[in-house]
């Protein structure tokens, strides 16, 4: 006799039920070997970091060409270089307004840390700039490492090192546009500078901010450029023309 399954019954035939545990096995050994099979070829999470809801107490001189930062030196830094902090404001705003008051001198302030590989930033607390130095400062001379043409993506730096992760590609463009407009530092992220992965802050011909239409419609997305490279303690900048930006065909 042909076994059938009434719903309201408590249990099915044997039959039937035997064949269920068997189909729920295979699937489930299916979806196993599946997981096994496919993660290791699965893209991991940038190693990128947002402290958010730690504020931390930070002390130094401030920078704000060619874009706001902290710059650490002696103990707080490491044993050659000094650390340059990008300063942030909440939000998706630059901190140019905050801090302009106090360049080159000697300040604490409070904020909270970003950072991905070695480039760090602070998103700044309001109202949290106090001096503590009378002096002045005058910025540390740059070297210039020669002019390269790099291949790579425009991203927001804010959301790049570690405030959203991926911070990049076209997933987060509109994100990223809307940080860029907003004032936070552009940054061009490559994978072969020198043969290694870094990233560039991207600056005009004179060291200073670039106009954001010169490559707000090219975020996210593959792109060349050629311009002059200059390091600073830790810090990479990349001076270009502002139509030096091209999509990659």
């Known amino acids: ?12 035939p044997a039959g039937i039920a035997r064949r269920i545990k068997m189909l729920i096995a295979m699937v489930l050994s299916l979806g196993a070997v599946a997981a096994i099979t496919f993660a290791p070829v699965q893209k991991t999470f940038a190693p990128s970091t947002f402290e958010y809801g730690k504020e931390r107490t930070f002390e130094g001189i401030i920078e704000t060409r060619p874009f706001p930062a902290l710059v650490m030196t002696g103990s707080d830094a490491t044993d050659t270089q000094a650390k340059r902090y990008l300063l942030v404001a909440r939000g998706k705003h630059g901190a140019d307004s905050q801090v302009e008051p106090y360049a080159g001198r000697t300040v604490g302030l409070r904020g909270t840390l970003i950072y991905r590989d070695n480039q760090s930033m602070i998103e700044l607390v ?22 390269f043409t790099l291949t790579g993506e425009v991203v927001d730096s804010k959301c790049y090192l570690g405030v959203m992760n991926p911070g990049n590609g076209k997933v987060h463009r509109d994100c990223a546009v809307r940080c860029l407009s907003g004032g936070i530092p552009p940054l061009f992220a490559t994978n072969d500078f020198r043969g290694l ?35 600073t303690g830790d810090t990479l900048l990349l001076q270009i023309e502002p139509g030096a930006i091209s999509p990659l065909p």
């Open 1 to 12: 006799m042909k076994e059938f399954y009434v719903g309201y019954l408590p249990n099915a």
């Open 197 to 231: 992965p870094a990233t560039l802050l991207l600056t005009d011909e004179a060291g200073k901010p670039l106009p954001k239409q010169a490559f707000l419609n090219l975020v996210a997305q593959p792109v060349r450029v050629r311009g002059k490279v200059l390091q």
């Open 126 to 147: 309001k109202d949290s700039v106090v001096v503590t130095a009378d002096t002045r400062e005058v910025p540390a001379p740059m070297a210039s490492l020669g002019t």
